[in-house]
């Protein structure tokens, strides 16, 4: 039997989130000030996709308004080209091979998020924050208990499927809440979703808090509220009007979140992280879906490449009063960057034991430049190119076959569409970039072996 909206906004649902919020809460009295963080994540949307990235057809009011209070950032990097690899690194800073999640997770899938891992929610959650994961997890094959679930790495209360929304966007029913099945669900969603992240905020009692909203939308099978859809009118192929709706849909639901902070007073205080996992869908994997119609803009590749197009995604930053230079930033940052970046900014030591690959950006926000201890490096063994490794350092980006053999060489800033090849003009740079990236990849590979290799 479904649940419809009104049962599921029961008072029964928020006293269970008030429940299992994190029992170290009491602490956050020794840290007063400390900022409240929410990191929106969403699942296949392309680097062309939002109307404050150029798209001229998709309606995105409330993100572009976000960019206009906040940081637009032109240079934002998922981890990963494919979405488990690119959560993965987002929560624990650390390139995902590290973690032998190289790709993503089938349902049933042995593979999963190991529990030695040290996520952003458990540092966080130690320190004493609140923490809530709503959305979509992916960083294990299961939900049921015999693998970590979002309550193992940190987070106080979770809402949250395996991988996709099932049967689409639609009704779901796949969302496990605090270990136990939701159920059928009735609406859509990235509306679900943030029904769950806000009343997690009525849980907080003035306690800081991290809070993460991972969509599923704009990932294929897809469904959209025919609102949103009659909303891109204007583009006469229905297919796409499904997608761009869904996009749309999306961005209602982020401006309702964050509607929510303002009238809980939680405006100034709370830095918003917009961004997501990967660049736009390449394959089509849903037979009988709705498709993805997905866009790089003027990147090459998509999903699934690790040229510009697979990597390279939307990203906005906001919080008030504390981010010195609004507009755009071309200063390049990373998903892995968000561990490293959250933790300095709530004054929480970052681990020590264990390669961090995030850098620290939140100097950014003061108009300063980041300092990045290793490389930008981003691996993907079943790449739909021959380049299977690549790295960034300053404006010049390096692609190289799994050897290390075949190189391209591209400088982003004069060339954002990776078009000129300065592999052969450039051999002095070429080999210092690969020596470097020769030294990165040795090192990351030796550490995955030494954990039993990548999973096949």
């Known amino acids: 039997m479904k649940m419809t909206r009104k049962e599921f906004l029961t008072t029964a649902a928020i006293a269970a989130i008030g429940a299992t919020s994190n029992a170290c809460a009491g602490l956050s009295a020794t840290r007063p000030g400390r900022p409240n963080f929410v990191i929106v994540l ?14 001229p057809i998709i309606d995105t009011p409330r993100l572009d308004r976000l960019a206009s209070e906040g940081l637009r950032l032109t240079d934002c990097y998922a981890a990963a080209p494919v979405c488990s690899p690119s959560r993965a690194g987002m929560l624990t800073g650390r390139n995902p091979y590290r973690c032998n999640i190289p790709d993503w997770i089938p349902p049933g899938s042995p593979i999963h998020l190991q529990r030695n891992e040290i996520t952003v929610a458990g540092l966080l959650r130690d320190a004493g924050y609140r923490s809530c994961h709503s959305g979509k997890w992916h960083c294990s094959g299961t939900m049921d208990g015999s693998q970590p679930t979002p309550g193992d790495h ?12 099932h049967p689409s966007h639609r009704n779901p029913d796949n969302f496990v809440r605090n270990g136990v099945p939701a159920g059928p669900l009735e609406g859509y969603s990235s509306t679900l979703i943030v029904d769950e992240a806000i009343r997690f905020l009525d849980t907080t009692r003035g306690d800081p808090f991290l809070l993460f909203v991972w969509f599923h939308s704009p990932h294929e099978p897809i469904a959209t509220a025919p609102e949103f859809q009659d909303r891109c009118a204007r583009e006469p192929d229905a297919a796409k009007r499904i997608y761009y709706g869904n996009v749309t849909q999306m961005d209602f639901e982020v401006g309702r979140l964050m509607d929510a902070l303002d009238a809980r007073g939680l405006r100034e205080n709370t830095f918003v992280m917009f961004t997501s996992d990967n660049g736009p869908e390449t394959l089509n994997r849903y037979k009988g879906a709705e498709l993805s119609h997905g866009s790089p803009g003027p990147l090459r590749g998509m999903k699934l490449h690790l040229h510009e197009g697979g990597i390279r995604v939307p990203g906005i930053l906001r919080w008030p009063g504390h981010i010195g230079a609004k507009g ?29 690959d995030g850098a620290d950006f939140s100097p950014l926000l003061r108009g300063q430049a980041v300092r990045r201890g290793r490389p930008l490096y981003w691996r993907y063994d079943r790449a739909l190119s021959a380049a ?14 799994g050897s290390l053999g075949a190189v391209e060489l591209y400088n982003l800033r004069e060339d954002l569409g990776e078009n000129r090849n300065l592999a ?4 002095k740079r070429v080999a210092q970039m690969t020596d470097a990236l020769r030294s990165i990849h040795q090192e990351i590979t030796r550490e995955s072996e030494a954990l039993g290799g990548v999973p096949s």
């Open 388 to 401: 299977k490794i690549a790295m960034r350092q300053g404006d010049w980006k390096i692609l190289a076959d």
């Open 42 to 55: 969403c699942d296949d949307l392309g680097y062309g996709d939002l109307s404050c990235y150029g798209n």
């Open 328 to 356: 755009t930033s071309g200063e390049p940052l990373n998903g892995a960057d968000v561990l490293p970046t959250l933790c300095a900014m709530a004054g929480v030591d970052v681990p020590d034991d264990r390669p961090i």
């Open 154 to 165: 940190g987070f106080g209360h979770w809402f949250s499927t395996q991988n996709n929304a």
């Open 424 to 427: 052969d003009a450039e051999p």
